[in-house]
């Protein structure tokens, strides 16, 4: 499995910016596929997530009504539309693949067994 990130960069408070998520070599059919972040000196935390099976998707509080997760199958491609970023926005967001997604435990970055190399995101003025 290959997992290729892009669209971060740097970007004023209150603006947007959407990540891509190009994926490869995925087999099975009831994964997901989440975006987490990372900031310097905390623990990384799930932001989103799209299930392939039935295309279910999920936000953390912090992001509800700022951030869209959204697909294109044909390109296998994860897209996450940000807006209204906050400096509390910024790290490196990754995204992941849960082989075997059941709806449980959906935030917990051990259940990712392939990981992206990660875009940074900065939002400050």
């Known amino acids: 499995v290959q997992l290729v990130e892009s669209g971060g960069g740097l970007v004023q408070p209150g603006g947007s910016l959407t990540l891509s998520c190009a994926a490869s070599g995925i087999t099975e059919t009831y994964y997901a596929i989440g975006w987490f972040r990372q900031a310097p000196g905390k623990e990384r935390e799930g932001v989103s997530l799209?299930?392939?099976?039935?295309?279910?998707?999920r936000y953390a509080d912090s992001v509800k009504g700022r951030f869209t997760i959204s697909r294109d199958i044909a390109r296998n491609t994860v897209y996450l539309q940000m807006r209204a970023l906050e400096p509390e926005d910024t790290g490196v967001y990754y995204c992941a693949v849960d082989p075997w997604y059941s709806g449980s435990y959906y935030w917990e970055p051990s259940r990712y067994k392939f990981w992206g190399q990660g875009t940074q995101v900065t939002v400050s003025s």
């Open positions: 799209i299930s392939n099976s039935d295309g279910v998707t």
